[in-house]
């Protein structure tokens, strides 16, 4: 890869899990944030790097990263921190979108630091980068009803009636991380945070 300015360069990282059982969850929102956008943008990820699936696009003269780790949720830190470090990218540069049990579901939230809250992704990124001052888009998924375990809630498919929900959910968290590019933190948080 060619060298760039660090300055010049954001990453957008969408947690999730691999494959086909996976790939309708709510455990994989991010990943399927990240799809959002990628189709918005017109770029494939197909390229594979650091155990992640990746595409690139230049806008506005900087370059943008969508990457999608394959190194499965509770490891996700392994495949994120060498990007990090390979692009010596500043951790104010790089966002990461997750599900979110405690957020109702369709709501989204940017925050620029903070605790992984009981998620693994998170914690596993708070680990390998050392650090847990980088921002991260919580997108909410509602708690489980009553009775159910909360694993077999994000990860069991989604209906068709709450899958129509969901998308809205993803096109919501698609504008805000392309906000947070242009925009910048705090002109996202005040417009989509509730």
């Known amino acids: 890869m060619g060298r760039r300015d660090p300055a010049e360069i954001y990453v957008i990282v969408g947690l999730g899990n691999p494959g086909r059982r996976y790939a309708r969850t709510r455990h994989n929102a991010g990943f399927l944030a990240v799809d959002f956008l990628a ?13 992640a699936a990746y595409g690139k696009k230049t806008v506005a003269a900087r370059e943008v ?9 509770n490891l996700s830190g392994t495949s994120v921190a060498p990007w990090v470090g390979d692009l010596g990218l500043d951790l104010d540069h790089l966002l990461v979108i997750c599900d979110d049990l405690n957020l109702p579901a369709g709501a989204v939230r940017l925050r620029t630091q903070g605790s992984a809250g009981g998620h693994k992704g998170l914690q596993s990124l708070i680990e390998e980068l050392g650090a847990d001052k980088y921002p991260r888009l919580r997108v909410g998924i509602g708690s489980p009803p009553a009775g159910e375990d909360a694993a077999d809630y994000v990860l069991a498919p989604l209906g068709r009636a709450d899958d ?3 998308q809205k959910t993803l096109a919501r968290a698609a504008d805000a991380a392309e906000s947070w590019f242009r925009r910048g933190a705090a002109a996202t948080m005040a417009a989509f945070n509730q």
Not at 39 to 51: E, H, I, T
């Open 164 to 166: 129509e929900q969901f």
């Open 39 to 51: 189709k918005r943008w017109g770029v494939r990820l197909w390229r594979r790097r650091f155990g």
């Open 65 to 73: 990263f969508l990457v999608q780790p394959h190194t499965y949720m």
